[in-house]
Nanobody, 114 residues
Framework: QVQFVESGGGLVQAGGSLRLPCAAS????????MEWYRQAPGKQRELVAR???????AYIDSVKGRFTISRDNAKNTVYLQRNSLKPEDTAVYYC????????WGPGTQVTVSS
């Protein structure tokens, strides 16, 4: 069973940047989509960005132009580069993928101060 571990979270001021890596315990090449979700306090978990095995990306409207998802299959790692951070980006960020079952990392907390 694959395991994902997110890192790179923390406290950042509005307008700042953070890159979140997600390291997988095995090759991510077999996952057609690698995804980043987030869950803000009191809100449902939402899909933020996804990247296909071919490198095609998709984002929710609120992060377009600010967030960039990428994958390094050789390192079994997916990244979420987040720029121009806003307080509303405060959430726990999760790495996830589906391959017969949905797999989740434990998440990493990101807090954006105004």
């Amino acid at each position: 069973q694959v395991q994902f571990v997110e890192s790179g979270g923390g406290l950042v001021q509005a307008g700042g940047s953070l890159r979140l890596p997600c390291a997988a315990s095995e090759s991510i090449f077999s996952f057609h989509f690698m995804e980043w979700y987030r869950q803000a306090p009191g809100k449902q978990r939402e899909l933020v960005a996804r990247i296909s095995s071919g490198g095609t990306t998709a984002y929710i409207d609120s992060v377009k132009g600010r967030f960039t998802i990428s994958r390094d299959n050789a390192k079994n790692t997916v990244y979420l580069q987040r720029n121009s951070l806003k307080p509303e980006d405060t959430a726990v960020y999760y790495c996830s993928a589906y391959r017969g079952s949905r797999y989740w990392g434990p998440g990493t907390q990101v807090t954006v101060s105004s």
